[in-house]
């Protein structure tokens, strides 16, 4: 299928899930510093997999502060699994941390809307697709994208700032309008030609 639009959106949930990534890596550390503190062996597990940790949180608040670059909490998760394996505790936590660390590159991928003469697909872990004639307006306008559906519910949201100026809202604003015109025009004559039986 060729798009003539991409709409990347925005996605909100990734602060959250760094937050979520980060509280549970260091709760993975505490945790693990306690257990090595109170047991008789210096448990040289659980200091690898601590250092090893800090050195990867370290590492992702230095790209996002100062890089702006997206960072990912997996890696951390991951080693996290292997090192709740190994406690004497708590050991069901490495199906949580494998789980969370395989989740996060989906949670964190970027849903895109495509925009085709024939439908618009919006791109998620299962693909939704919509018909022209579900829609009365479709708008992008300062970097949002709002779908009017005819069942009068409206759905918005914030796009990526990828380049986007105001040319390129107003060409896709003129293809929607256009698009939806000619739904508009192909019911209406439809309906006359029903009528005219």
């Known amino acids: 299928m060729i798009y003539q639009y991409v709409v990347t959106l925005k996605n909100q949930q990734t602060r959250y899930l760094d937050i979520?990534?980060?509280?549970?890596?260091?709760?993975?550390?505490?945790?693990?510093?306690?257990?090595?503190?109170?047991?008789?062996?210096?448990?040289?597990?659980?200091?690898?997999?601590?250092?090893?940790?800090?050195?990867?949180?370290?590492?992702?608040?230095?790209?996002?502060?100062?890089?702006?670059?997206?960072?990912?909490?997996?890696?951390?998760?991951?080693?996290?699994?292997?090192?709740?394996?190994?406690?004497?505790?708590?050991?069901?936590?490495?199906?949580?941390?494998?789980?969370?660390?395989?989740?996060?590159?989906?949670?964190?991928?970027?849903?895109?809307?495509g925009f085709s003469d024939k439908e618009i697909v919006l791109n998620t872990l299962f693909k939704k697709r919509f018909n022209w004639s579900q829609f009365t307006n479709i708008v992008l306008k300062d970097g949002i994208i709002t779908l009017d559906f005819k069942n009068n519910k409206v759905w918005q949201r914030e796009i990526e700032d990828d380049e986007d100026d105001d040319a390129d809202e107003d060409e896709f604003n003129a293809y929607c309008r256009e698009r939806l015109g000619l739904v508009t025009n192909n019911n209406s004559t439809s309906f006359n030609l029903e009528n005219s039986k």
């Not at 945790?31 to 200091?47: A, I, K, T």
């Open 20 to 113: 979520l990534g980060l509280l549970l890596s260091l709760l993975s550390v505490l945790f693990f510093f306690r257990e090595m503190s109170s047991s008789n062996n210096l448990g040289l597990v659980y200091l690898l997999g601590s250092v090893v940790i800090l050195i990867i949180l370290a590492r992702n608040y230095y790209l996002s502060n100062y890089r702006n670059k997206k960072v990912y909490y997996s890696r951390a998760m991951l080693l996290a699994a292997l090192v709740w394996a190994k406690m004497p505790y708590f050991q069901w936590l490495f199906f949580v941390f494998i789980a969370l660390a395989l989740l996060e590159y989906q949670a964190k991928y970027a849903i895109e809307i």
